[in-house]
């Protein structure tokens, strides 16, 4: 019971830091400098499956089906070219006139947002379904 709590509190902790990625996305939106140099890069999370290191947990890992949850593996740069407004009056224009902008778009953002929120109720869901059996299981024995 305890892996499948691990599973559904390691979802919603992907997707807290994934909703925390996108609000830094879109509060930096109109960012044309940053302490790096340029203008701010949207910046993406990447999941991979939490493996275990123990015996035990690598003999489960080789069962079929077992699944131990998830974690972050990185936090990646997006690489699609920067926005680039003419605007010579703009402190951070270059000697072209043009300014580089984030390459965050807002409306893709908003529906990562919406995703994550939708994949955190459904790992909220899925813990309260393993309590629920658990209070189950302990009615039967008594």
């Keep these: 019971m305890s892996d499948l709590f691990s599973v559904a509190a390691s979802g919603m902790e992907a997707q807290r830091l994934r909703m925390n990625l996108i609000a830094s996305n879109l509060a930096n939106v109109e960012t044309t400098r940053t302490a790096n140099g340029g203008a701010y890069r949207r910046k993406d999370i990447v999941f991979a499956a939490h493996s275990r290191s123990d015996f035990g947990g690598l003999l489960k890992e080789a069962s079929s089906a077992y699944n131990t949850g998830v974690k972050v593996a990185g936090i990646v740069e997006d690489a699609r070219p920067l926005k680039h407004v003419y605007d010579p009056a703009h402190p951070d224009a ?42 189950k299981a302990l009615e039967l024995g008594q």
């Design 94 to 135: 270059g000697r072209d006139g043009y300014v580089a902008y984030p390459n965050v778009n807002v409306a893709e953002e908003m529906v990562n947002m919406i995703a994550a929120s939708r994949s955190y109720e459904a790992n909220v869901s899925a813990f309260k379904a393993t309590r629920e059996m658990a209070l």
